[in-house]
């Protein structure tokens, strides 16, 4: 299974931009489909984005339109560049691959994330 280790997290304010690393190890990296997840505090995690090996993309409601996703997989990395953040955007972001791409199911083992926090 792939390793992975997120970053790019940091405070900013209503409005800003941010991009978020998935960093993954092994050589299989570019045979997953991977996501983004993230999760608010006293909320469960949610889905965020997803991308295919070929690079077909998928978001939630709440972020279509000023996220977008995206991976090279000769570097093995995925990222998610974050416009126009919203408070509510607030939260610890994890990739994981994943192992239902219909319903956007993530493998169980899961890195320690990168928190975002906006600033109203």
């Known amino acids: 299974q792939v390793q992975l280790v997120e970053s790019g997290g940091g405070l900013v304010q209503a409005g800003g931009s941010l991009r978020l690393s998935c960093a993954a190890s092994?050589?299989?990296?570019?045979?997953?489909?991977m996501g983004w997840f993230r999760q608010a505090p006293g909320k469960e995690r949610e889905f965020v984005a997803a991308i295919k090996w070929s690079g077909i993309t998928s978001y939630a409601d709440s972020v279509k339109g000023r996220f977008t996703i995206s991976r090279d997989n000769a570097k093995n990395t995925m990222y998610l560049q974050m416009n126009s953040l919203k408070p509510e955007d607030t939260a610890v972001y994890y990739c994981n691959a994943l192992s239902n791409w219909e319903i956007k199911k993530p493998y169980d083992s899961w890195g320690q994330g990168t928190q975002v926090t906006v600033s109203s």
């Open positions: 092994g050589r299989t990296f570019s045979m997953y489909s």
